[in-house]
Structure formats: C-alpha cells, structure tokens
C-alpha cells in the first residue's frame, strides 16, 4: 500500500473512532437527560452484581441486552429489568422468565434466577429494558478494574505516555527524512 493511501485509511480510522466516541457521548447524555439507559447500537449493556444466574450468566460478568417488545417475551426468555422491589433500590437485574400473564391489560412478568435453591422474585415485573443477548466474562473484568478511580487514572497515564511516545517517533521520523533529503 502506498503512503498516500495508507494516511487517508489512517485518517478515516481515526475519523470513525471519533464519530463513534461521538456518538457513544451524545446518546449517554441523552439517555441520563431523558432518565433511561444509554442504547448503543440498539443494546444496553450491564454488569452482573449477584450470582442468582449461576452458572448461565456469573456475576462480574458484563451482558448486552437489545431492545424488545413485551409481547415478545416468553418463559424461559432473559430479561432484563429494573427491579420493581422497593429493597433493591432500583437496580437492574437479569432473571428468568418463569410466567407472562396479563393484569389490567398490561403485560407482566414473573421471573427468578436459576441458580440452584433460587426462589422466584417476590414482585412481579412490568418494564423491561430487552432481552439477555451475550455476556463478556473478559469485558466485565475490564469494566470492575476502570470502575475504581486509581486505576482509570493509572490507564490515562499509559495511554498519555503511549500518546508523548508516538508523537515522538514521528518527529525523529519526519528529522531522519529531512537530514536523508538535505543530504542528496
């Protein structure tokens, strides 16, 4: 590949890292404004914070969940959700459908982990964030490491460091190429 063709390859990576960073920002911030949970191209993604979905889905690991309709969901589905249980003080859960039943002409759920001895959630479940769709043991383990302020200093560190050290070589690059011209 030429030079000329691998900075324009260069330019249009970097240019799509920056609209997607972009995007991510602008739809995070529209999220937390219109108080619901940040879509990125159409899935939400948590953390585990139990082991009630051992061995399936273990806790630390972190899920994707891509929008669905409630009509859509059938026992046996993993949703996800806003626990309804005024204890859990609003955290999101993925379980078990175990029922989908109709209350008032509303959708319901009824739903449990599958961790051996689970009992099923005491309250019934109305909205749903979407469906379980894969879990990263690897980016959950990312995701609890940056969770912790020393550590997402330390990573700006070496990607700052990282960043210095690039632009450097660059420059002795561009001084090597201006001292092998000036000497022709």
Do not use: W
Not at 133 to 156: M, Q, W, Y
């Amino acid at each position: 590949m030429k030079k000329g063709r691998k900075k324009v390859v260069f330019s249009i990576l970097i240019f799509c890292i920056f609209a997607l960073a972009f995007y991510i920002a602008a739809e995070s911030l529209s999220a937390m404004k219109a108080g619901r949970q940040p879509r990125i191209l159409g899935y939400t993604f948590h953390v585990v914070i139990t082991d009630s979905m051992e061995p399936s889905i273990n806790r630390g690991d972190f899920i994707a969940a891509a929008y669905a309709d409630k009509k859509d969901v059938k026992a046996g589905d993993y949703i996800v959700f806003v626990s309804p249980n005024p204890q859990l003080n609003g955290k999101t859960i993925v379980h078990k459908v175990s029922k989908v039943f109709l209350q008032e002409g509303e959708i319901y759920f009824n739903t449990t982990g599958i961790k051996q001895g689970a009992v099923p959630d005491e309250y019934p479940v109305k909205e749903i964030i979407g469906k379980y769709r894969f879990k990263s043991a690897f980016l959950g383990r990312v995701f609890a490491a940056l969770s912790k302020i020393e550590n997402l200093l330390f990573l700006s560190l070496i990607i700052y460091i990282l960043y210095i050290c690039v632009r450097q070589v660059i420059r002795i690059a561009g001084i090597k190429k201006e001292l092998k011209q000036n000497k022709n």
